[in-house]
């Protein structure tokens, strides 16, 4: 049988402003009505008053809601902490399982970004976000992942540095794009089409910038990278992991580029990023009947992942399985937390959460 009776969630009271401030005016059907409306105000007035005031609350609200579902906004979603507990089933504590979106909101990579030891992490991991994981995240992880990629661009504009690491993201992501875009009648991609053309656009307006920069010489003339002894110089070489980064330092110089060719700096490069049985599978004889480590190397790297090296990483902690950056308070309970973390790289990070 139905609940005839007045509803207990209706709004019992109302407040009525007059020349001495707001007073209480309950309603007709409670005990206490206040018969004299016009000693307080004017019915009109007051019926006026009370329709103008609910559509402003109407307006705020649906403007509160407009700006969390805009695509353009900058709003960014912050948690208190910054950590996440990683659970890929229910239990009688926890429902549910933790996403590869909510753990992408949770962990701050924009303040990550901010750090010299953590920007080549975050990149590395939106990059292999790009090319298989977009249309895995949330509608808001996705707007989170677009911000967090427009600040790594202005970061880079403004300390033109990792101008080519940047390079290829953009360019990763916008292939990634294009293929999705021919698949959104099949539900591939969170939100209109239009907006997805619009961040398309973007990109391609990033990367009109990158490529439109110029490194500016600065204005310091004290001692430079060529001012210092040779052997000096090979050693600060020998500390790149990346080919490419050689090559282009041997184009500054004609002794720069003479250190550049050295054998012994490539063939140090290649037992570093590859073992020896990838090694002998790719060997490449010179002129000289020598093994020419530069052509070996740009081989391998066609062939084999390159080993990653990161100043600072996410961790995961196995006793309580949260996951956080390194140095960040997590409520662990063993005696030992430190022994109990273990460093990811990204692509682990990104496999922790396939089920």
């Not at 661009?153 to 021919?182: A, G």
Request: glycine share 6%; net charge positive.
């Amino acid at each position: 049988m139905p609940f005839l009776g007045q509803d207990w969630r209706s709004p019992g009271q109302s407040w009525v402003k007059t020349a001495d401030g707001w007073k209480r005016f309950l309603d007709e059907k409670s005990g206490s009505f206040v018969s004299d409306l016009g000693s307080y105000c004017n019915k009109e007035v007051y019926n006026k008053e009370n329709l103008f005031n609910s559509l402003n609350y109407d307006v705020a609200a649906k403007k509160r809601k407009k700006d969390m579902l805009n695509c353009k906004t900058k709003t960014q979603y912050f948690h208190q902490e910054k950590w996440i507990y990683v659970h890929k089933g229910s239990t009688k504590e926890r429902h549910g399982y933790c996403t590869l979106g909510e753990a992408f909101n949770r962990l701050d990579f924009s303040t990550a970004i901010l750090d010299s030891r953590r920007f080549n992490y975050v990149v590395r991991l939106l990059e292999l976000i790009a090319k298989s994981q977009l249309t895995s995240l949330s509608g808001i992880a996705q707007k989170n992942f677009m911000n967090i990629l427009e600040k790594v661009v202005l970061k880079v504009l403004e300390d033109q540095q990792n101008i080519r690491l940047i390079r290829e993201l953009l360019q990763t992501l916008y292939t990634s794009l294009c293929t999705l875009v021919q698949r959104v009648g099949k539900c591939v991609l969170v939100g209109n089409i239009n907006m997805w053309v619009y961040r398309m656009e973007t990109i391609l307006h990033w990367q009109q910038q990158l490529n439109n920069i110029q490194i500016t010489r600065p204005a310091f003339k004290g001692l430079t990278f060529t001012d210092l002894p040779l052997c000096l110089q090979l050693n600060i070489m020998q500390r790149l992991s990346d080919g490419r980064d050689l090559v282009s330092l041997g184009q500054v110089g004609p002794n720069l580029h003479v250190l550049s060719e050295d054998r012994l700096l490539w063939k140090r490069l290649c037992l570093y990023h590859f073992s020896e049985r990838q090694i002998r599978k790719r060997l490449i004889l010179s002129d000289k009947g020598q093994l020419d480590w530069k052509k070996m190397y740009f081989k391998l790297v066609r062939c084999y992942p390159r080993k990653e090296q990161y100043g600072d990483t996410l961790q995961l902690c196995k006793h309580c399985h949260i996951l956080s950056w390194k140095g960040t308070d997590h409520p662990c309970t063993a005696n030992n937390p430190e022994s109990c973390s273990v460093s990811l790289s990204p692509q682990d990070f990104i496999n922790l959460f396939k089920f």
